[in-house]
């Protein structure tokens, strides 16, 4: 076996949420394409089974899964196992932006994307890790990622409440981490941190800011957040699918706890 198999997902079976569109659909071609099994999950909806048929590499398959009810989660990673025999990878990816001056946000709204963002992922990391340690369903330990963003690490704008929450899933993965580190779970924890990824999620992103700042056009807003990147453009989902692949795989074996700036230098600057 060369050191390269190191990154390829052969035999590990993986859940991804908010995976009909999106940074998620192409964690899902990305991994299957890296040779795992996939159960993509989302809210209700044609996207989701129609995304899941498109997907070649590894076997894909289809159930709806809400983040926020713990319920959908102990089905959906029932599910896995029974499709799949094992589940191997979880990535935490469904997720909401609200955007707005502090003084504006309304509690309800706070509250929303605390549970979708935040308790999503927790009852992610809470089933997964039941599944994946020693005595659960599937016992060979396991990669679970969650996905955050450079507003869980700096300052934006108009996203304080959705700072909050991707600041709370960079912390919780830390104390997961640390945790299945010390009991011994063969189960790592890392959070992936996009800076702006050309997705449904970006082009409301644009359109919201282009409202707030009062600025002409949405190029002109564009070209703002162009210049955010170091690197000179915005990402694609398949930057943060590719850094998914890696911290599932086993090149990732020895990091665990680690946040990861998928973000064209944003954070560096
Ligand atoms: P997206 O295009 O809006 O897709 C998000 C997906 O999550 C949608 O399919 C959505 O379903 C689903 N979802 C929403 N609420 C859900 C719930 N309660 N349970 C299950 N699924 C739910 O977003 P994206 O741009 O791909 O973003 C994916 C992740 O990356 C999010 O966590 C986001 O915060 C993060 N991120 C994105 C960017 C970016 O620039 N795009 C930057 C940093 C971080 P519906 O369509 O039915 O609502």
Request: charged content about 20%; proline content about 3%.
């Given at each position: 076996?060369?050191?390269?198999?190191?990154?390829?997902?052969?035999?590990?079976?993986?859940l991804i949420?908010?995976?009909?569109?999106?940074?998620?659909?192409?964690?899902?071609?990305?991994?299957?394409?890296?040779?795992?099994?996939?159960?993509?999950?989302?809210?209700?909806?044609?996207?989701?089974?129609?995304?899941?048929?498109?997907?070649?590499?590894?076997?894909?398959?289809?159930?709806?899964?809400?983040?926020?009810?713990?319920?959908?989660?102990?089905?959906?990673?029932?599910?896995?196992?029974?499709?799949?025999?094992?589940?191997?990878?979880?990535?935490?990816?469904?997720?909401?932006?609200?955007?707005?001056?502090?003084?504006?946000?309304?509690?309800?709204?706070?509250?929303?994307?605390?549970?979708?963002?935040?308790?999503?992922?927790?009852?992610?990391?809470?089933?997964?890790?039941?599944?994946?340690?020693?005595?659960?369903?599937?016992?060979?330990?396991?990669?679970?990622?969650?996905?955050?963003?450079?507003?869980?690490?700096?300052?934006?704008?108009?996203?304080?409440?959705?700072?909050?929450?991707?600041?709370?899933?960079?912390?919780?993965?830390?104390?997961?981490?640390?945790?299945?580190?010390?009991?011994?779970?063969?189960?790592?924890?890392?959070?992936?941190?996009?800076?702006?990824?050309?997705?449904?999620?970006?082009?409301?992103?644009?359109?919201?800011?282009?409202?707030?700042?009062?600025?002409?056009?949405l190029e002109?807003?564009?070209?703002?957040?162009?210049?955010?990147?170091?690197?000179?453009?915005?990402?694609?989902?398949?930057?943060?699918?590719?850094?998914?692949?890696?911290?599932?795989?086993?090149?990732?074996?020895?990091?665990?706890?680690?946040?990861?700036?998928?973000?064209?230098?944003?954070?560096?600057?």
């Amino acid at each position: 076996m060369s050191d390269a198999d190191d990154f390829r997902l052969d035999g590990k079976a993986a859940l991804i949420t908010g995976g009909a569109r999106g940074i998620g659909a192409e964690c899902a071609r990305v991994l299957a394409a890296a040779g795992a099994d996939v159960m993509l999950t989302d809210l209700p909806g044609p996207t989701g089974p129609a995304t899941a048929e498109s997907i070649a590499g590894g076997r894909a398959a289809y159930r709806d899964l809400d983040v926020t009810r713990e319920q959908d989660w102990i089905a959906a990673i029932d599910a896995t196992i029974s499709t799949f025999g094992r589940l191997d990878i979880l990535v935490n990816n469904a997720g909401i932006e609200i955007m707005g001056e502090i003084a504006d946000v309304s509690q309800d709204e706070f509250r929303r994307i605390m549970a979708i963002n935040v308790e999503g992922v927790y009852l992610g990391c809470k089933q997964a890790v039941r599944a994946m340690r020693p005595r659960g369903r599937s016992a060979g330990g396991g990669s679970i990622i969650n996905i955050s963003s450079v507003a869980g690490m700096v300052g934006v704008p108009w996203l304080s409440a959705y700072s909050a929450s991707k600041g709370a899933v960079r912390t919780l993965t830390k104390g997961v981490a640390v945790e299945c580190g010390r009991l011994g779970y063969g189960i790592r924890c890392n959070s992936v941190h996009p800076g702006v990824v050309a997705t449904e999620m970006a082009e409301s992103f644009f359109r919201k800011n282009q409202a707030l700042a009062g600025a002409e056009s949405l190029e002109q807003i564009a070209t703002v957040f162009t210049q955010a990147h170091p690197i000179g453009r915005m990402g694609v989902p398949r930057d943060i699918a590719n850094a998914v692949r890696f911290l599932a795989s086993d090149a990732a074996a020895w990091i665990t706890g680690a946040e990861l700036a998928v973000d064209g230098g944003w954070t560096a600057t």
